[in-house]
């Protein structure tokens, strides 16, 4: 693949999750972030191959299944149906689904695992230490609180671990992980994680254990059949799995020969040593090329509170988009929170900011003009294009390089700075509209002023809506189509071109002379639920 054609393409990946439960609003987060990134990507064209899927191996999935009685694939079969219809309701449009415990990914781990013990970095050796079944990592005595509890599943205690494991040589790659992060300053992002890696890396690498004994569920050690492949070793190649198309011969090089290197990996701030120092030493060990991105975002909490089964106030996904739709949800979790930034969740904040944004700020916008342009127009859109507007019109200023400005901010997925610049020019329509008065330059016979003004309102809307239509696609449809457009943004073939989004992302595209009908309200104003 030459460099002009990986410009043009675009691999992402959501953690690969734990099926010990029904997804939580934690891999919703990180998964809608994600398929906004994706969606991003599309609308500027580019072909785009979005991994999610599942890690299914391990002691915690075979404790859980046992615990109801289930065998462990029956579990996990019945657990991906329902991460599969959350990311059919939150509107995410992957392209690939990997679990671990597809057939072909045996393959991909095998010849994965042989390549790094032909590097001499696989060896036997004995692990002491504490382990947290729930993070499925050992736990250093200074990570453990009172009574040796995780201090992130504070209601399990770590258990006793003695015995045979195969270790991965981490330590040897010291040097190069430390020259990655120099090199490669974006490799981890935020810059504050990075930090806390680099940090972590400065104090000296460990190896780590690959394999586990007493544990059935998981890939057999290929040399070594009492052991099992510790479940991060088997679930961190689900990546490279993903990559085959359905079919394809499980090889590594089938695998790696088309969307490889993967350009970002998005994962939550509690997987980033996984993903930025152990996953990337692998991949070193086997001789293969470095993904391009790790970036590690926040924690969410509710009402300032850590979330918890223990505490009781988790926030049920399945619940949130039943009762307020996928955009709504989706919206709230990419603009009100800084990517990389913890994120609180708090229904009052939730419905206020959907009411002040997308009902009245946006929705009653394109109501009123709508309104204005059937009274005053006759519903036809006035014949004016972007030349009949100086360049320090208050809409047009701001909508020139709108497009450049979202771009480049979700190109650093600050989807919420995206946000907040298509907010700016829909919030100076409405203020535009109030000062101008369209409503008494119509009584004063000011039809071309009346005119101007409503095709720059309008434009102005249809431009919010395209760029927003990563965020809440089927908000920015129920727009586009009022607006006279036959277009469906989440159509995937909408996307590709990439002569329509140099064409769309620009002010002063609407069609002219076009009747729209009357106008249908895009976003009904939530109402608070009752004080307990
Ligand atoms: N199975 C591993 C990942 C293997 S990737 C090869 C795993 N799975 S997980 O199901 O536990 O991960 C869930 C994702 O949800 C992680 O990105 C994690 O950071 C995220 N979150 C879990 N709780 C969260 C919050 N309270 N807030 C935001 N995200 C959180 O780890």
């Known amino acids: 693949m030459n460099n002009s054609d990986h410009n043009h393409k675009f691999a992402l990946t959501t953690p690969l999750y734990y099926v010990n439960g029904v997804p939580h609003i934690g891999s919703a987060y990180t998964t809608i972030v994600a398929d906004a990134a994706a969606r991003f990507q599309r609308l500027q064209g580019k072909s785009v191959l979005l991994i999610t899927g599942t890690d299914e191996h391990g002691q915690k999935i075979q404790r859980t299944a046992a615990e109801q009685g289930l065998e462990p694939q029956v579990h996990c079969d019945r657990i991906v149906d329902s991460f599969k219809s959350l990311w059919d309701k939150l509107n995410i449009k992957y392209d690939r689904f990997s679990r671990t415990t597809a057939p072909n990914h045996q393959a991909i781990v095998n010849e994965f695992f042989e390549r790094v013990w032909k590097q001499g970095d696989i060896y036997l050796d004995r692990q002491q230490g504490w382990y947290c079944v729930s993070c499925e990592e050992f736990k250093e005595e200074r990570e453990l609180i009172e009574d040796h509890h995780c201090a992130i599943h504070t209601n399990k205690p770590a258990e006793w671990r003695d015995e045979e494991n195969y270790f991965f040589r981490l330590s040897k790659y010291q040097q190069q992980l430390e020259e990655l992060y120099e090199s490669q300053p974006d490799f981890i992002q935020p810059a504050s994680r990075r930090n806390e890696v680099i940090n972590f890396v400065q104090q000296g690498l460990k190896d780590f254990s690959i394999s586990r004994v007493n544990l059935d569920w998981g890939f057999p050690i290929p040399t070594d059949e009492k052991h099992t492949i510790y479940v991060w070793f088997d679930a961190l190649l689900g990546y490279v799995t993903a990559l085959l198309e359905p079919d394809q011969k499980p090889t590594l090089d089938n695998a790696l020969s088309q969307w490889w290197p993967i350009d970002l990996h998005l994962i939550g701030k509690d997987i980033l040593r996984f993903h930025a120092v152990y996953w990337p030493a692998m991949l070193a060990s086997a001789g293969l090329p470095l993904p391009k991105k790790v970036f590690g975002h926040g924690f969410l909490t509710k009402d300032g509170l850590k ?149 720059a309102v309008l434009e102005s809307v249809r431009l919010s809506a395209y760029l927003l239509s990563p965020i809440i696609p089927d908000l920015s449809n129920k727009i586009y189509q009022q607006l006279g457009f036959d277009w469906d943004f989440n159509q995937d073939e909408r996307y590709k071109a990439r002569e329509d989004f140099l064409w769309h992302s620009k002010w002063g595209k609407l069609s002219t002379n076009k009747t729209l009908g009357k106008a249908i309200p895009i976003f009904s104003k939530l109402e608070l639920p009752p004080e307990d």
Request: contains cysteine; glycine residues 6%; charged residues 25%.
């Open 307 to 455: 979330m918890g089964k223990t505490l009781g106030n988790t926030i049920d996904p399945f619940d949130l988009v039943d009762r307020y739709g996928a955009d709504a949800v989706r919206y709230y979790f990419l603009k009100e929170i800084e990517l990389g930034k913890d994120g609180d969740f708090n229904e009052t904040r939730f419905i206020n900011v959907l009411n002040a944004d997308l009902a009245n700020d946006l929705g009653n916008l394109l109501n009123r003009t709508l309104g204005m342009l059937k009274k005053y127009c006759q519903g036809n859109t006035p014949q004016l294009t972007s030349e009949n507007y100086s360049s320090d019109h208050p809409l047009k200023s701001i909508g020139m390089d709108l497009g450049d400005r979202v771009i480049q901010a979700s190109e650093n997925l600050q989807f919420s700075q995206a946000c907040e610049e298509i907010l700016t020019l829909v919030r100076s329509c409405n203020k535009y509209i109030d000062d101008s008065a369209p409503w008494s330059l119509f009584k004063q016979d000011k039809q071309a002023e009346v005119e101007e003004i409503l095709y």
